[in-house]
Every structure is written in C-alpha cells, then in structure tokens.
Nanobody
C-alpha cells in the first residue's frame, strides 16, 4: 500500500555530518506526518524528529540544535540533516509516515526498512 525507502546511512567520525533521505510511494491518499525514529542495540525505538503536513516540527531533546528535519521538494519525501554526530547517535534509523491509502481508510503508521548510522573513530 505505502512503501518507504530510506538512504544515506553510513559510518562517520564523531563531529561529522550525514543526510538521510526517505521517499514514500505506492497507494497514497494522504500523509499527515513523516518522521525519523532510531533504535540502538538493546534499546527501544525512539523518536528523533517529525514534521507534519502543516509544517510543525518536533525533535527529541537529544538532537535539538544538531539535527534538522525537512520536507523535500519532491512530494512525499523527507530528509534528516544530522550535524555534530556523537557515538550515542549510532543506531538504525527508520523513516515513518502516518498515511492513509484511500479516502475511507484510517491513518496508520508505515515504516521503512531502516538505514544504519554508525558514529565511530
């Protein structure tokens, strides 16, 4: 119904930068929000940043001032610019969309397959 494809994960040194990309495709009637979550080994998945269709932004306290989420110029795309990366940012990053695939369906969460970000010297 709705597919999310992420890209941009990599190995980077502390203090470095990365930009993650996510594109949603498939049978999309409406997307109300897109965002990024991450999961480190042994930890629960946690919110990193989200952006709503109206442009409202939300960030985890741990990334405020370092990460920036933005909508792409192409429809149904979102980016996460990550600066000042720290070893504790190491995790699999997942793209999320809250979407509905038809006028009568309900909004639900859709997830990408994840992209690995490793911050290490």
């Amino acid at each position: 119904q709705v597919q999310l494809v992420e890209s941009g994960g990599a190995l980077v040194q502390p203090g470095g930068s990365l930009r993650l990309s996510c594109a949603a495709s498939g049978s999309i009637f409406s997307i109300t929000a897109m965002g990024w979550y991450r999961q480190a080994p042994g930890n629960q998945r946690e919110l990193v940043a989200t952006v709503t269709s109206s442009g409202s932004l939300n960030y985890a306290d741990s990334v405020k001032g370092r990460f920036t989420i933005s909508k792409g110029s192409a429809k149904n795309t979102v980016y996460l610019q990550m600066n000042g990366l720290k070893p504790e940012d190491t995790a699999v990053y997942y793209c999320n969309a809250v979407a509905k695939h038809s006028v009568i369906s309900a909004f639900r969460d859709y997830w990408g397959q994840g992209t690995q970000v490793t911050v290490s010297s």
